[in-house]
């Protein structure tokens, strides 16, 4: 009897590193980026329904100092037409963002985004106040729209 539990205990401890192995392989996949669009939507609704995104918050991290500020970042891709209706309410001017996701928690997303993309930019969708600002680019061949937002959420 003490031999099969000395043998059950080694299988369980044989077994933990190959589980421990493959919980931090999915936890990295996860802490990549998110792919939700639905908090974006909440946080941008002028710009609509979101059909794909990639982004990051500065709140999804092992960091063990917590901001009570909340920054998001990413990319996001407009529904069809959206794009055309904003450039009809909005003036735009061709302008790229000034860095490439520079801050810790933005890594992920270098590189990402649309190919050879051609941003434009509406001072007037942006938002900037005592506490929060959004800045928004948008790329016309993708339909896709690169934010980075302090405080979205008001």
Known sequence: MERRKLMGIGA?????????ALRQVTNE?????RTDTAPLERAFPLLGVLTDAK????????????????V???????????????AAAHAFVSEEPADDFSSWFEKPLRGQGPEN????????????????STTLWFDRRSDTVRFRALNPYG
């Open 12 to 20: 369980a401890l044989a077994v933990l590193p190959a589980w421990w």
């Open 29 to 33: 996949a996860k802490r990549d980026w």
């Open 55 to 70: 982004w990051v918050s500065s709140r999804d991290n092992d960091r063990d100092v917590p901001s009570p500020e909340l």
């Open 72 to 86: 998001i970042s990413g990319f996001a891709r407009l529904a069809p037409g959206k794009l055309a209706e904003l």
């Open 117 to 132: 993309p051609q941003w434009i930019r509406s001072h007037g969708l942006d938002r900037d106040g005592n506490g929060y």
